[in-house]
């Protein structure tokens, strides 16, 4: 079976030569990696307490999503790192959500326009979480009205 197999490749290829040398080429010894075992286990640890990917793409070189499964044990699995990966949250947060509904009831006449250009925000976003269509983790019926 591997006799048939190597003369499908072209000679002269890594994989025609020793067909399970190629499983032993990884980590930082890949030619294509662009980062070291201390640089991943740093990632890692850094993502754990709370960095996002974003930020540490933008530090090691790397695409967001290179980050992602680093820390989802996708990639450099020989370290045998655990899963970390934090699922995005949709919505605003449900403090950010409350003190904009809290400033709208404690202002009367405060355009959803200015409470935007308060809380930096979008004035649709606003309106949503003002009428309760927006975000999904508040549940505006525990805030009185």
Known sequence: MIASKLTNRRPGTQKALHPASHEF???EMHRTAKLTEAEVRSIH???????????LAAEFGVIEASIQKIVRGVMWKHLNLPNIYRKPQ????L??????????LDEPGLKFTELAEAFGYSTTLIRNVITGKSPKRLN???IAR
């Open 25 to 27: 080429t990884r980590g």
């Open 45 to 55: 640890s850094r993502y754990a307490a709370g960095e996002t990917s974003r930020n």
């Open 90 to 93: 949709k919505g605003l947060p």
């Open 95 to 104: 403090e950010v959500c409350e003190t904009i509904r809290q400033k709208y």
């Open 140 to 142: 505006l019926r525990n």
